[in-house]
């Protein structure tokens, strides 16, 4: 259990995520601390290239970045990439975002997970964290993730961090991308999902970075993930999310995209942008320049070049946090974050 200084950090934090909330603040960053992988993912583009270390945020940078997102209201920050566990030092950046104010949270594929590093990573402050399993049988996640036993260590990764969460508040998810070829395979992961003990994210497919082929389901997917919804508690994506995803099908996306005014990404070099897909479109540089500026800048990107390209979970958690009915949808956040 936690201290009752870490308790009072914890509650401090929150409130001030509450006002950004209400206040309708930037309240989540993607925080892109590598572009480095382990794996060959055929619904990535990074891995394609060279990424050296050299390029990366040193801790003393994150630091930076941590206190000027703290001058934007406490966030939710995404430590994403690449596979940020491929950094031996995603300890110390977890602990630095933490003592900053934020909410760290991440996303990997769980490869390096083992028991030392399902109790190091939670324990340096961790809010969350999601293991990517897009498939319920191994070989098919293998192939789309270009690495042999891939599946058997995501599987192995969501047991060890659960078991070792040292505070239930500290929430272990599988999440999957839902494509054209895996919607029959959601129910079999939210019963896997179950028998682990963890929960259950779903995030829809984007081709909208680099030469990716379009691989967005059929025209009719929502009726089927609200009726998982319904029936699995695990089932932790929120019901305003799912209930776009047949409109985001059909038109290739949903429009009045809030990228800049909810939500933001920070490249690996400092530079800002509005999500992972406007890479070109810098607001400038969050180790250098001033981050209301930069904040401002990001407004007007997001009127001069309104964007509707997709509807990822990130996107999808921002907007839908301000849908009516608004009680339900902090409701089911809570139901996501509390202590399980």
Known sequence: MPSLRQEAWYLYRCARLGS??????????????????????QICDFWKDPHPRSEEFTPEQVRVVGEKLARLGTMI?????????????????????????????????????????????LR????????????????????????????????KALELLHRHRPDRRC????????MDDNLEDTEKLLRLARDIGVTYYVNLYSSGRGTKSPRLPGSEVQSHLLDL??????????????????????????????????????????????C???????????????VLAIRDRLARLRAE???????????????????APRARQFAEFYTSVKRR
Not at 22 to 38: E, M
Not at 106 to 118: K, Q, R, S, Y
Not at 128 to 149: L, W
Not at 306 to 317: A, H, K, Q, V
């Open 77 to 121: 920050v995404s430590l994403g990439g690449g596979e940020p566990l491929i950094r031996e030092d995603l300890y110390q950046i977890t602990a630095i975002l933490r003592d900053t104010g934020h909410f760290p949270i991440l996303i990997t594929n769980g490869w390096f997970v083992n028991e030392t590093v399902a109790k190091d990573i």
């Open 171 to 178: 929430r272990v998810h599988m999440i999957s991308v839902l």
């Open 20 to 41: 950004a909330f209400f206040r309708r603040r930037l309240i989540h960053c993607n925080l892109q601390v590598t572009y480095r992988c382990n794996f060959r993912c």
């Open 305 to 323: 070049k309104p964007c509707g390209e997709c509807w990822t979970s990130c996107r999808g958690f921002a907007e839908c946090m301000y849908k």
């Open 124 to 155: 340096a402050g961790l809010q969350e964290i999601s293991v990517s399993v897009d498939y319920a049988d191994a070989a098919r996640h293998d192939a789309q993730r270009g690495t042999p036993g891939a599946w058997d260590r995501a599987v």
């Open 229 to 274: 919804k319904r029936r699995y508690p695990e089932f932790v994506s929120l019901t305003s999310y799912l209930e776009s995803f047949d409109q985001a099908i059909r038109e290739g996306g949903i429009g009045g995209c809030e990228g800049g005014t909810l939500f933001l990404n920070v490249g690996s070099g400092g530079g800002v942008s509005r």
């Open 276 to 290: 992972i897909d406007t890479l070109e479109d810098q607001a400038g540089n969050i180790l250098t320049d001033d």
